[in-house]
């Protein structure tokens, strides 16, 4: 599969509210993935295989009302085995109730059908904020 379809196929499965252990197939078994930014962010940090994949989605999902997600995908640059979406996301803390919008951009390798490498870039001091209680 095409690093195209492999990156598409991700995007389809989030925005159809795929379950996270089918969005973790999209990934191989050993993974280079990277959130950056402070503990306080119970999902950011490294991991490295595929079950954490589907940790991370379930992470996620525990702490942001789901219903008041906006992502919003601007680009996806392609490069040979390399994918860049840049675009916006909008969550709401579900422990606070506060909104915050960012800019994001995510970087993925992919090699044969699996994504191999991860990033997500997002102003984690703009994300802390509103979980800050």
């Known amino acids: 599969m095409a ?3 492999v990156v598409e196929h991700f995007f389809g499965m989030l925005g159809g509210g795929a379950d996270p252990e089918d969005i973790a197939m999209l990934f191989a078994d050993d993974i280079d993935w990277d959130v950056p930014g ?3 962010i ?30 919003d995908v601007e680009a996806i640059l392609y490069d040979g085995d390399h994918a860049v979406m840049l675009g916006r996301f909008g ?3 579900l ?7 960012m ?15 991860f990033r997500l870039y997002e102003d984690s001091f703009q994300v802390a904020n509103p979980y800050a209680e």
Do not use: C
């Open 103 to 117: 800019a994001v951009a995510m970087h993925f390798q992919v090699s044969g059908d699996k994504v191999v490498k």
């Open 42 to 71: 119970p999902w950011t940090g490294r991991r490295s295989k595929r079950a954490d994949v589907a940790e991370y989605m379930r992470t996620l999902a525990a702490n942001i009302v789901p219903e008041e997600n906006v992502d």
């Open 3 to 5: 690093t195209r379809d």
């Open 95 to 101: 422990n606070t109730g506060r909104r915050y919008e």
């Open 91 to 93: 969550r709401v803390a």
């Open 38 to 40: 402070p503990p306080s």
